[in-house]
């Protein structure tokens, strides 16, 4: 199910957006950048650190250290609700069912035997054209 998909992010839960921004691109020299909160959410923003094709997100918030990060798959032009229902059909505990991303995109969280967090990632121009 996931053979042409690549790891897209990867989620933190982090205490203080602030300073992880000084870590990530003062330390060690990534390009960060903000993305607004959804409609509703408590914090004002997220942080990204961009790495090659891939990106760390940061949400302000705690989270118990054994669930963090999320490794977040992104499913390519696979449509999300399909390889949800695939994993239902195998048993995989959802964690959290299809739902929208803080970017418009499309996401669901699912857990692997040992109760690690996995998370699937559909961009937003996907999304609009599977509406």
Known sequence: MLQNSHIGAVVFFVSDLDSTRQFYEGTLGLETSWIAA?????????????????VLVFFKGEEKPARTPIIVFSTGDNDIHRMVEQLVACNVEIIAPVQHAPDGGLTADFADPDGHILSLYQPPTE???KL
């Open 38 to 54: 959804a409609e509703g959410e408590e914090d004002d923003s997220h942080l990204l650190a961009h790495i090659g094709d891939s």
């Open 127 to 129: 999304v609009s054209q």
